[in-house]
């Protein structure tokens, strides 16, 4: 019996900057992490290259976006677990300008440990343009339908996490926390820092990290990890911790241009 899911996401940031410096310390730091499930945004995947395995090695069952950036950048999904399925939703349907970039919802189903799985595990990259929340909403909500539809009479949990690219006051998150409905649908997802850290800012995209280059960035606390919630008692998976990771530099060297979060989860 495994009595807890240790979940992590982070914005790689591509192959940017002193790469072969970032990969080391990324490696080292994911490998004391050592989590259950890892999302990456912004990982690079090509022919040669694939980041997630130059950062956690062989020990993962990964999962790849299928449709990336010219570059091979995109989102993938690594498990200590199998996994028996996956789909991608389409978020660049939602709106012609939304369709100019590599955005999706990656979903696995993850054959984690009784008491845990199956679960759904789904690694959710929408637009980040500052103008473009109403995309946000719109792929918000074609996301959490198909999550909806394969969660419909099934009692599993079901996990969020990623780069949402806007902070808790907006639309899209209050959307996924049950703060308000979108387009004739409402769900409810507990959202870990706040469970852990009320009231602290928990900014992820923030001016002290020198590899963040847009100086006056108006969104802070922009990567979650999001735990759907039940009928009673709030989220199926309770949030034991919730922490930044890669939040300071490791021998001068800053891993991304983001700040990762990791959360501890248990079934209450």
């Known amino acids: 019996m495994t009595e807890t899911l240790r979940v992590a996401t982070l914005n790689l940031w591509g192959q940017r900057g002193d790469w072969a410096a ?32 130059e950062i956690l090695g062989d020990d993962y069952h990964v999962v790849h976006q299928r449709e990336r950036e010219g570059d091979g950048q ?35 189903q993850v054959d984690a440990p009784w008491p845990f799985g199956p679960l759904l595990f789904a690694n959710h990259f929408p637009n980040w343009q500052l103008a473009f ?30 780069d949402l690219d806007a902070d808790p006051e ?15 649908l409402s769900v409810c997802y507990r959202d870990a820092w706040a469970s852990a850290h009320p009231g602290e800012p928990g900014g992820t995209y923030v001016s002290e990290n020198p590899l963040l280059t847009d100086w006056d960035w108006p969104f802070r606390r ?9 009928e009673h008692g709030g989220p199926t998976l ?11 530099p490791a021998d001068g060297v800053w891993a991304s241009d983001h700040f990762g979060l990791t ?3 248990t079934v209450p």
Do not use: M
């Open 222 to 230: 922009i990567d979650y990890i999001l735990a759907r919630c039940g």
């Open 263 to 265: 959360a501890e989860l």
């Open 74 to 108: 995109g989102v993938s999904i690594a498990s200590r677990y199998p996994v028996h399925g996956r789909w991608e939703v389409d978020l660049a349907a939602v709106t012609p300008r939304a369709a100019k970039s590599a955005v999706t919802t990656l979903v696995t």
């Open 22 to 53: 970032r990969r080391r310390v990324l490696a080292a730091g994911f490998a004391r992490l050592n989590a259950d499930l890892v999302a990456f945004q912004e990982a690079i995947v090509t022919n040669g290259t694939d980041q997630v395995r």
């Open 170 to 184: 907006a639309a899209s998150i209050r959307f996924w926390t049950g703060r308000q409905s979108l387009d004739e």
């Open 133 to 162: 929340e109403r995309e946000r909403e719109l792929q918000a909500v074609a996301a959490a339908r198909s999550l909806e539809a394969a969660s419909a009479g099934r009692q599993r949990h079901v996990i969020v996490v990623g």
């Open 238 to 248: 309770a949030v034991s911790s919730c922490e930044r990771i890669f939040d300071r």
